[in-house]
């Protein structure tokens, strides 16, 4: 494969020059911008074009990648547009789905896995491809529900505080169906972030069961958290297969259950009285 030139764009000094040095020994040409204007720059200037764009989503401003991403795409469409992030919010999450970036890597990211994914977008970038029948984000989850739970799994297991308590998997997961279910149903009916809120059991019963697990509240926040970006993973894995016409409203209505369902979690967790389960 010919020298490929690389873009790279993150705010975090030692990020950046550790990235730098390590794409260059696996034989990239790498140009590393700290700012989305000194991006913009070399974007706009270059007299060879880049062939991969990789950008901090925040740097520090919430959209900052969105804007790198979005003049590259304008600039060059053939290169392959890379965004990184650790948490990304929903919101964030549908920009850069809708911006048509090839992939959204979260951090910290492992220097093979994305070696392997540059070139392997590369090698693919010039095939033409069939677009599959589009499909609503609820049949995407519905038909990806087992690789969400294990995404979250995943995350969960890699983090301290979560598995300080000891449970096994089907402990640690077996609320997730039931909530990924709700959501799909909720997704499928007319779309409404007002009045699209019906009450879950399985949020109430995950909220008073983690109380008797001894999770804190917090931690209960942070799986929430982490259950929103396995969702905003899984649409990135089937992003070829995704209705872009009902994209944004389905991400909203996506973030909007998620919250609601912790809310109800919580709740349960302190014992607050609730409203009853809707028939």
């Given at each position: 494969m010919p020298e490929v030139r690389v873009l790279l764009v993150d705010d975090n000094v030692s990020v950046r020059t550790t990235m730098q040095q390590v794409l260059q020994a696996?034989?990239?040409?790498?140009?590393?911008?700290?700012?989305?204007?000194?991006?913009?720059?070399?974007?706009?200037?270059?007299?060879?074009?880049?062939?991969?764009?990789?950008?901090?989503?925040?740097?520090?401003?919430?959209?900052?990648?969105?804007?790198?991403?979005?003049?590259?795409?304008?600039?060059?469409?053939?290169?392959?547009?890379?965004?990184?992030?650790?948490?990304?919010?929903?919101?964030?999450?549908?920009?850069?789905?809708?911006?048509?970036?090839?992939?959204?890597?979260?951090?910290?990211?492992?220097?093979?896995?994305?070696?392997?994914?540059?070139?392997?977008?590369?090698?693919?970038?010039?095939?033409?491809?069939?677009?599959?029948?589009?499909?609503?984000?609820?049949?995407?989850l519905e038909h990806n529900g087992a690789a969400t739970v294990a995404h979250w799994l995943e995350r969960v297991n890699a983090n301290e505080d979560l598995t300080h308590i000891a449970l096994t998997a089907e402990e640690r997961t077996g609320h997730l169906p039931r909530l990924i279910n709700d959501l799909v149903r909720r997704l499928r009916k007319p779309q409404s972030l007002e009045s699209g809120r019906v009450a879950s059991a399985g949020a109430r019963e995950h909220g008073a069961l983690r109380r008797e697990q001894g999770y804190s509240a917090a931690m209960i926040v942070e799986e929430s958290r982490m259950l929103q970006v396995s969702i905003f993973q899984t649409l990135q894995n089937n992003l070829t297969k995704v209705d872009f016409s009902l994209l944004l409203m389905n991400v909203m209505v996506v973030a909007d259950e998620v919250d609601w369902q912790l809310t109800q979690a919580i709740r349960s967790y302190v014992g607050e009285q609730q409203a009853p389960l809707a028939a």
């Open positions: 696996h034989g990239f040409e790498v140009v590393a911008d700290a700012n989305v204007n000194d991006a913009l720059r070399h974007i706009a200037t270059a007299i060879k074009p880049f062939d991969v764009l990789l950008s901090d989503l925040h740097m520090p401003g919430k959209g900052d990648g969105l804007i790198v991403a979005s003049a590259m795409r304008h600039a060059n469409p053939r290169a392959i547009t890379l965004v990184m992030s650790g948490y990304p919010e929903m919101s964030a999450a549908a920009a850069a789905i809708l911006l048509q970036a090839d992939h959204v890597l979260l951090k910290p990211i492992e220097i093979q896995p994305l070696i392997d994914l540059i070139r392997e977008k590369l090698i693919k970038r010039d095939i033409p491809r069939t677009r599959d029948i589009a499909e609503t984000v609820a049949t995407i």
